[in-house]
């Protein structure tokens, strides 16, 4: 059984973001990279399913800039055999352009299923994964909670605002992985030692016999960027007196919030 994750890095989100100089794009000085969590959960669960089967590979195939180097590493620790990086500058493609460049890497490589996060959290598209699989000519199942891997075919658990949804496809399949399918491993000591060990092999868009009009073609543009409003501070209200402190919550919500 082989799997391929495909990966992004993305801003912990535990930095605090600065607007670049452009207006248009973040300024990275200073920031922290991270695998992007959502991909934390597919590439767990390639690991767990390589792990079941005994055999195959897990290979990790990331887009975007040199200091990606140090996700994949991260990934290579926590279980992942194989790794691709395909060098560019991802932040200047859409969707569309980081779903081509994917599908030329994975269209070389043997594969039984895909992997993805829903989302990455840079973006928050949820377009890359079904657009990769379009791409590919195969089948595809999002937001999944729950994977069995039977003879040629998985079955796929996805929740719903309603319901869950129990779908079955073919092999291969690509599976874009929500929170909850997993509880993603740490990198241990061993797994970093054997990481280094383990070359990533690297490409670019022309030996993918890309041309950078296909990837970086203008069809989305950010127009511009801000940071959302800080919040006004909460208000403390004395409660040792508790029928005065209804009486000035009940005045504060009518007559200065406006709430009814």
Same mark, same amino acid.
């Given at each position: 059984?082989?799997?391929?994750?495909?990966?992004?890095q993305v801003p912990d989100?535990?930095?605090?973001?600065?607007?670049?100089?452009?207006?248009?794009?973040?300024?990275?000085? !200073?920031?922290?990279?991270?695998?992007?969590?959502?991909?934390?959960?597919?590439?767990?669960?390639?690991?767990? *399913?390589?792990?079941?089967? !005994?055999?195959?590979?897990? $290979?990790?195939?990331?887009?975007?800039?040199?200091?990606?180097?140090?996700?994949?590493?991260?990934?290579?620790?926590?279980?992942?055999?194989?790794?691709?990086?395909?060098? !560019?500058?991802?932040?200047?493609?859409?969707?569309?352009?980081?779903?081509?460049?994917?599908?030329?890497? *994975?269209?070389?490589?043997?594969?039984?299923?895909?992997?993805?996060?829903?989302? !990455?959290?840079?973006?928050?598209?949820?377009?890359?994964?079904?657009?990769?699989?379009?791409?590919?000519? *195969?089948?595809?199942?999002?937001?999944? $909670?729950k994977l069995e891997v039977?003879?040629?075919?998985?079955?796929?658990?996805?929740? $719903?605002?309603?319901?869950?949804?129990?779908?079955?496809?073919?092999?291969?399949?690509?599976?874009?992985?929500?929170?909850?399918?997993?509880?993603?491993?740490?990198?241990s000591i061993k797994g970093?030692?054997?990481?280094?060990?383990?070359?990533?092999?690297?490409?670019?868009?022309?030996?993918?016999?890309?041309?950078?009009?296909?990837?970086?073609?203008?069809?989305?543009?950010?127009?511009?960027?801000?940071?959302?409003?800080?919040?006004?501070?909460?208000?403390? *209200?004395?409660?040792?007196?508790?029928?005065?402190?209804?009486?000035?919550?009940?005045?504060?919500?009518?007559?200065?919030?406006?709430?009814?």
């Amino acid at each position: 059984m082989n799997s391929i994750v495909c990966i992004t890095q993305v801003p912990d989100t535990e930095t605090r973001i600065k607007i670049g100089g452009d207006g248009r794009s973040i300024d990275e000085t !200073g920031v922290k990279f991270v695998v992007s969590p959502y991909d934390e959960y597919a590439l767990e669960e390639a690991v767990k *399913i390589r792990e079941a089967k !005994g055999a195959g590979d897990v $290979t990790v195939v990331c887009f975007g800039p040199e200091r990606a180097q140090s996700a994949i590493r991260d990934c290579l620790a926590r279980g992942a055999t194989k790794a691709i990086h395909v060098i !560019g500058d991802s932040l200047r493609a859409d969707s569309l352009g980081i779903a081509k460049v994917l599908a030329a890497v *994975i269209r070389s490589q043997p594969h039984d299923l895909v992997f993805v996060g829903k989302q !990455g959290v840079g973006t928050d598209n949820s377009l890359v994964g079904p657009m990769l699989a379009e791409l590919l000519g *195969i089948a595809h199942v999002t937001v999944v $909670t729950k994977l069995e891997v039977g003879d040629g075919k998985v079955t796929a658990y996805r929740e $719903t605002e309603i319901a869950e949804e129990v779908i079955e496809c073919s092999l291969p399949a690509l599976v874009a992985a929500q929170k909850g399918l997993n509880n993603p491993r740490f990198a241990s000591i061993k797994g970093i030692m054997a990481a280094k060990k383990i070359a990533i092999e690297s490409k670019t868009l022309a030996d993918l016999g890309l041309a950078e009009g296909d990837v970086y073609e203008t069809r989305v543009k950010v127009v511009a960027m801000e940071l959302p409003r800080e919040k006004p501070a909460g208000r403390k *209200i004395d409660g040792s007196d508790p029928v005065a402190a209804a009486k000035e919550i009940v005045r504060y919500l009518h007559e200065e919030v406006k709430a009814f």
